[in-house]
């Protein structure tokens, strides 16, 4: 059989993902791998046609499709991404129609279940079938039990291939049909506060509803605002997975990108991401800026900073990209105050949602930095970067440095402490379990008793 693999990765043949294709060649040498370097040379199918469409022609007459690519922060690399936005643009969804397609990624396991939804939405908009692609985590292929199972996952897409078979639908057309935002008159407020506010946008003079949001949130915030359009940025490219940042944390694009994630983003007390979405995620564009912010480590330099975004799109439609917005700013341990759409037929919600935001923000602000408790997203999303750092602590010397320093390796406690080393053997006895589980409920409350007298102590001494 012949099967296209649209490589995503930037590093092209030396990335860890295209090792396990690699493997697949060698136990699996009956069919036929057409690769393309699409992260490698998305320049060159962005401005040669004829090329493209080369890559589109093998694609119709292959037996099945395989999305090869490392996962960049919650998703494909930008470069991919740009191709997939390519392909909507051009209107060549049909040449993937029908054929039988999976993935194949690799990663540190952070958020990598996104990037899987992501390219099997994308997959069921070009008509394809998509099964269950292979998630593994970098250095998996050095397993036994990995490679029988990386084999079995692969003789099992062989086996959908040659039976065509028809796969379930997970994820439904997109339906918006909402006006543009247009507010009614807005005076400008009175900058009488002193905080650094960025928003962070892609916007084009096209994004009516997205810009009117953009200048709703400028004229109310009461403290100038700065927006930073990333599509005037110095901005050279997306990144390439390199790693020659990791040393100390200095990209090696010459250009002023990481100027402006240093002054104008994580130095901000508010930030706003806005922006307008294409396909089921943000532009390829976007992409670039937090693929690129990598150069930051896996620190979470975002602590205290209030954050919103404003999206012009149906994000109610999109699971995905609703949740790594919410994941990416817990672990980033920022607030999130809010996220507001234009997905409302009155306008004068928008703008009264955008007010409280901008309230949200100034609240937090004025609390001391307020953010709100972390969910599985966040605990989930900083233990995987715990011990992802520990492993790789050569790898990522400043952000192991800085865990350190931060205290960030909070490996897990016995909850009994040292009295878990007298109770661990006396459980072994039902009668002791019997009276243990009796009493724990009451021994609980104490803990609990012991801190709500000692705030109550502290309320009547003020």
Known sequence: MKFVVLNGSPRETNSFTYQYLRYIETNFPMHD???????????????????????????????GVIWLYPVYIQLIPS????????????????????????????????????????????????????SRGYSAEMMELMKKDE?????????????????????????????????????????????????????LTDTTETDVSLNNMINTFVKLMPCEVTVVNINEADIKGGCLGCLKCAPENICFYPDGYMEIFKQQVIAANALVYAFKTQDRYFSSQMKIHFDR???????????????????SGPLRQMPILREAIEGMSEVGRANLV????????????????????????????????YAGPKTFLGVGGHKVFRDLIHTYQIVFPQDYSYYKKEKLFDWPKIFFGQFSF?????????????????????????????????????????
């Open 33 to 63: 791998f057409i690769v393309h370097h699409i992260g490698r040379k998305i320049k060159k199918i962005e401005n040669d046609q004829e090329y493209f469409d080369s890559i589109l022609k093998i694609i119709k007459g292959a037996d």
């Open 79 to 130: 470069q991919l991404k740009r191709f997939i936005e390519l392909v909507f643009e051009r209107k060549k969804q049909s040449s993937f129609k029908g054929k039988n397609a999976t993935s194949i990624s690799t990663s540190g396991k952070f958020y990598d279940h996104l990037a899987h939804y992501y390219i099997q939405a994308i997959s069921e908009d070009f008509g394809m079938n998509y």
């Open 147 to 199: 490679r029988i199972r990386l084999r079995k996952f692969f003789m099992q897409f062989v086996n959908n291939c040659e039976n065509k078979t028809e796969t379930a639908k997970y994820y439904s057309p997109f339906v918006f049909d909402y006006p543009i935002y247009k507010p009614t008159k807005i005076n400008d407020n009175p900058k009488t506060k002193n905080y650094k506010v960025t928003i």
């Open 293 to 311: 912010a990598f150069f930051n480590g896996h620190r979470p330099v975002f602590t205290g900073q209030q954050q919103a975004y404003f999206v």
């Open 338 to 369: 809010g996220i507001v759409t234009d997905e409302y037929a009155d306008s004068k919600i928008i703008t009264n949602l955008i007010q409280n935001i901008i309230d949200g923000m100034l609240w937090g602000i004025e609390h001391d930095k």
């Open 422 to 462: 007298i109770l661990k053997p006396l459980m072994r006895f039902s009668s002791f379990r019997k009276r243990f589980f009796a009493m724990s409920g009451k021994y609980q409350t104490r803990l609990f008793d012991k801190v709500i007298k000692k705030e109550v102590s502290n309320l009547q001494d003020q």
